[in-house]
Nanobody, 114 residues
C-alpha cells in the first residue's frame, strides 16, 4: 500500500488549503482512511478520518473548518481546510488501515503564517 500526499504550502491566517492523498489500489477497500498531523515538539494527532460503515470523525479543533471527503473514482481522500489558524501549522500525514495494519504516507507541510 502506498499513500501519496500533496497540497501543502504556506497560507495566511484565515486562508484555505486542500490536501489530497492518492492511494495505490482501490481506496474503498480501506477500513479507515484519513489525516493526522504533527506540529514541532508535539505528538502526532488525528485530524479527520473516514471509517467504512461509520462515517467521518474530526478532531474538535478542526470541526466546522475542515472537511474530509473520499473520491472513489480517483482513489483519493481529500482534506479541505478553511479558516486556517497558525496553530494548524504542522506536517500532515495521510493514514490508512487495511486488515488491522496501519499505513502512512509521507508528510506534507502546512504553514499558516502572515
Amino acid at each position: 500500500v502506498q499513500l501519496q500526499a500533496s497540497g501543502g504550502g504556506l497560507v495566511q491566517p484565515g486562508g484555505s488549503l486542500r490536501l489530497s492523498c492518492a492511494a495505490s489500489g482501490t481506496i474503498s477497500r480501506f477500513n479507515t482512511i484519513g489525516w493526522y498531523r504533527q506540529a514541532p515538539g508535539k505528538q502526532r494527532e488525528l485530524v479527520a478520518t473516514i471509517t467504512r460503515g461509520i462515517g467521518t470523525n474530526y478532531a474538535d479543533s478542526v470541526k466546522g473548518r475542515f472537511t474530509i471527503s473520499r473520491d472513489n473514482a480517483k482513489d483519493t481522500v481529500n482534506l479541505q481546510m478553511s479558516s486556517l489558524k497558525p496553530e494548524d501549522t504542522a506536517v500532515y500525514y495521510c493514514h490508512a488501515v487495511l486488515v488491522r495494519v496501519d499505513y502512512w504516507g509521507q508528510g506534507t507541510q502546512v504553514t499558516v503564517s502572515s
